[in-house]
């Protein structure tokens, strides 16, 4: 197991597959922010469906295992125009984690300026959600953001996530450790870091994770078990 880690040991970015966990111990986790790969092949509805479905099947199940009672998850999820019409993405995402354990409750924007992106490409829906059952308020505070694709590390294989996306989103979030499931260049973990918080990332791809380890400054640890985290 490969494994990275921050000088205080208050971030750890883990190589592995993210559709299994172990690592993780349950109930650990106060918040789960990320934003997985966006749906850009195939079109039409049915393959857009069959992405949500992924989402909620492959990932839904261990996300719930790893957070705790109260906590949320945070998808940061693109949308666009097919060519025939919107293809809603959030509510296809909502309803296929709805059928695994979860609950919908609000949704912002992020919406890219300056872009050279079409217009129906540019919207990026911040969607909020909690274990079924749990009852829960949306936030007050209204969160709709105008921000241009921030600046990536060299080598990134992925736009970053903005900043300020993630720290409104955090100041939102409950407290408790933050967990970022597609990690790519870092941005949750330097935010939540910068904010006093513990966070875990985990990234698939070893070229993208020596990306985040160099821009994050962390120590990489090689170890033959599995601990827990």
């Not at 393959?47 to 945070?74: F, M, N, Q």
């Not at 296929?96 to 872009?115: A, D, N, T, Y």
């Not at 939540?192 to 990489?220: F, N, P, S, T, Y």
């Amino acid at each position: 197991m490969v494994r990275y880690q921050s000088k205080d040991g208050s971030g750890v970015l883990v190589v592995g597959d993210n559709r299994t966990m172990p690592m993780i111990a349950a109930g650990s986790v106060g918040v789960i922010l990320t934003s997985p790969p966006y749906w850009i092949r195939g079109t039409g509805r049915p393959s857009a469906s069959r992405y949500a479905t992924r989402i909620a099947t492959e990932h839904g199940r261990e996300w719930l295992r790893v957070l705790k009672p109260r906590g949320e998850l945070w998808l940061i999820m693109g949308d666009r125009h097919d060519g025939r019409e919107w293809i809603a993405m959030d509510a296809l995402v909502a309803d296929s984690l709805r059928q695994k354990g979860w609950s919908f409750q609000g949704k912002g924007f992020w919406i890219e300026c300056p872009s050279s992106l079409r217009w129906d490409d540019q919207i990026n829906y911040l969607l909020r959600f909690i274990k079924a059952g749990i009852r829960s308020l949306p936030p007050k505070d209204p969160l709709c953001l105008h921000l241009p694709i921030p600046w990536s590390p060299s080598g990134s294989l992925w736009d970053a996530m903005p900043p300020a996306v993630v720290e409104k989103i955090l100041n939102l979030a409950p407290t408790g450790r933050v967990l970022d499931p597609y990690f790519g260049s870092g941005a949750v973990g330097a935010v939540a870091a910068r904010m006093g918080r513990q966070w875990i990332g985990i990234e698939w791809d070893r070229g993208q994770a020596k990306v985040a380890a160099r821009h994050l400054h962390l120590e990489r640890i090689v170890s033959r078990k599995t601990p827990i985290i």
